[in-house]
């Protein structure tokens, strides 16, 4: 491909000298509160986002201001995990140095919104002294990497788990800027370092790898780039069935882009050649992804062009070995286990809801202050789920009493029990005010409108019917709302699509059913798809196959 053709971000990748860009000449600038353009790019490779307040730009425009901007930043932990003191960091540079938020996002990890450009190295420094980085979170290359995050589902857990971090280890970039940049380390070499993987061009996108542990498809694993479903027999792990080309985001109008849930291609039997399986699907995708086009971009699309047969062969040249035939499994289930759960040695683990992931002290529940004083005990870890809920894990037996009383008096364990089945499968995505790409609300609408469905729910008496529902705040379904019983994906302000049909267990896509409704028109027709539910459903049947089996699709 000659260089005229290939999209602007590849030439700031390849100019970057190892992903370093001028960041640090534009973290010493105080004229403005931005970085400038390339930068921009660059800086996502290090986990962080520049964005603005949206709730305020108008105002600031009229008024001749320069937009009000801050940074996001983003973890990077491997099947979501963080030990209690390292809450405890996270818990007091939230309220130093950002919206004091802490919001557990739908790939397992946190984010801390609203830095401004000065507070970005000291945040990053107190993560690091606590053994926590931000590296590849965002940007064109291998993001944060998904497991099952309950440990009792599986006595393999902690094995299947230990591959989060090996993948993420093995999929980590070569170059040095993050120290250099934002933990002051001198540079060692004029050259940029040689990166085998990424070399100078990194990915022609994101790239994202999940691994399930069956029955429970928590992670959502056919979402993913690559996903990795865990095959276990008698308590032992036989290795994994791999499936690659899963990816959510469409574009309104573009009839190119489209959703699509991983396929799978073979099973492999040990850790050694899972390994080597999944960083030459990595370097297919560097080779062979769309460069020019970024909407056409991500492995789904590069899979569907040059087709599964060639994939295979492709990845059979480069591994030097073939893979087996996939082992039967099933999935049953897609739910976090709320409330209290015990493993198979003996310890305990309590679930907690955290509504859209937003960690805080409300008038529902003092969460934020109940989690801190959780973590000062040191008696709890702390692991993220997929559906932005939290548990507070590897507790002793003879600790659970004090967990339980500090969850008590902060309202956490009412709001846990009193909010309905529909309110804990919810999630929303950010959206508004701080994602740039936002056509409407997310979080801050999806618990309102809940509280105008929950009465209809009770209404047609499917109160305790487990019907999902997801939103997002524009189509690239970072809420993963196409695969929701019910999705609704924004199109402009107080507008949404109504997509009908997921399934429980994330193995099918939902469908637009109606577009660009309002709240009165997508309360019009949930009622009256709910109330036929009720009257029509067949035993055992989920609204999302009633909706599939009754429903004409556009
Ligand atoms: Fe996402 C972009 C938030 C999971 C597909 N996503 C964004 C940005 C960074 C907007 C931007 O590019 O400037 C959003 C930042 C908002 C903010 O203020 O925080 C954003 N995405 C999120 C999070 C925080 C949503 C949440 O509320 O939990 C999730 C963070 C995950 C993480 O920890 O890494 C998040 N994003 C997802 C998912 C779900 C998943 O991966 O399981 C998807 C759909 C799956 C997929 O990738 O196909 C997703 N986000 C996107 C896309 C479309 C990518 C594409 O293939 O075209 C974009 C836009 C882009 O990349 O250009 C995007
Ligand atoms: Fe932003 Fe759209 Fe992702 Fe929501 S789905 S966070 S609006 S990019």
């Known amino acids: 491909m000659s260089e005229k053709d290939l999209s602007p971000i590849e030439k700031i990748k390849k100019e970057s000298l190892g992903l370093r860009g001028t960041i640090v000449q534009g973290l010493a600038d105080e004229i403005t509160g931005a970085i400038g353009e390339s930068d921009q790019a660059v800086i996502k490779f290090h986990g962080m986002y520049q964005q603005d307040d949206r709730d305020v730009r108008e105002e600031r425009a009229e008024k001749k201001l320069e937009r009000l901007y801050s940074f996001m930043i983003r973890l990077r932990l491997p099947g979501g995990f963080l030990l209690p003191q390292q809450w405890i960091a ?105 990166d085998p993987l990424y070399q100078d061009r990194y990915l022609p996108r994101k790239f994202k790898i999940a691994i399930a542990m069956p029955p429970n498809n928590d992670v959502d694993v056919f979402a993913n780039d690559i996903g990795l479903i865990a095959i276990v027999d008698n308590n032992k792990l036989l290795g994994f069935n791999i499936a690659v080309g899963g990816g959510l985001s469409t574009t309104h109008g573009n009839k190119n882009t489209y959703a699509r849930l991983a396929t799978i291609i073979g099973f492999c039997d040990n850790e050694e050649k899972t390994l080597k399986t999944v960083y030459e699907i990595v370097t297919i995708q560097r080779d062979y992804g769309n460069r020019s086009d970024r909407k056409l971009a991500r492995l789904k699309y590069t899979l569907d062009k040059f087709g599964i047969d060639w994939f295979k062969k492709e990845l059979e040249k480069r591994t030097g070995f073939a893979l087996h035939d996939p082992k039967p499994f099933r999935f049953t289930s897609r739910t976090d286990y709320f409330g209290w759960k015990t493993d198979d040695k003996g310890l305990l683990h309590y679930t907690v809801f955290v509504e859209n992931g937003r960690v805080m002290d409300d008038d529902n529940s003092k969460l934020k202050s109940a989690l801190l004083e959780v973590a000062k005990t040191g008696k709890a870890n702390f692991r993220f789920t997929c559906t932005q809920n939290l548990i507070l894990a590897d507790i002793q037996k003879e600790d659970k009493t004090q ?139 989920t609204f999302g196959d009633f909706a599939v089996r009754e429903i004409k699709f556009i």
Not at 109 to 129: C, V
């Open 403 to 541: 967990i339980e009383s500090i969850l008590d008096r902060f309202g956490v364990i009412e709001l846990n029990e009193k909010s309905s089945p529909l309110r804990k499968n919810s999630m929303a995505c950010v959206a508004l005010n701080t994602c740039p790409l936002a056509l409407a609300e997310g979080q801050r609408y999806l618990p309102s409108l809940i509280s105008k469905l929950d009465p209809l729910l009770k209404k047609h008496s499917l109160e305790n019917e487990n019907i999902s529902i997801r939103m997002t705040g524009c189509p690239n379904g970072c809420a993963r709302s196409y695969l929701a019983e019910i999705g609704l994906v924004g199109t402009a302000y107080g507008h949404y699509n109504l997509h009908l049909g997921g399934d429980h267990i994330g193995e099918r896509l939902n469908k637009i059913y109606k577009e660009d409704l309002d709240e009165e028109a997508i309360l019009y027709e949930l009622n009256g798809w709910l109330g036929r539910f009720k009257a029509e459903r067949r035993q055992g049947e």
């Open 90 to 194: 996270t818990n007091e540079i939230a309220g130093e140095n950002s919206t004091g938020v802490i919001k557990i996002t739908s790939r397992q990890t946190l984010q801390l919104h609203g830095l401004i450009k000065s507070k970005i190295k000291p945040t990053i420094n107190t993560f690091n002294e606590s053994g926590l980085d931000s590296i590849a979170t965002c940007g064109d290359i291998n993001r944060n990497v998904l497991c099952s995050s309950h440990p009792g589902q599986s006595p393999v857990h902690d094995q299947v788990f230990a591959y989060a971090n090996k993948i993420s280890q093995l999929l980590m970039p070569k170059t040095n800027s993050y120290y250099e940049i934002w933990l002051d380390q001198e540079k060692l070499v004029e050259k940029t370092e040689e």
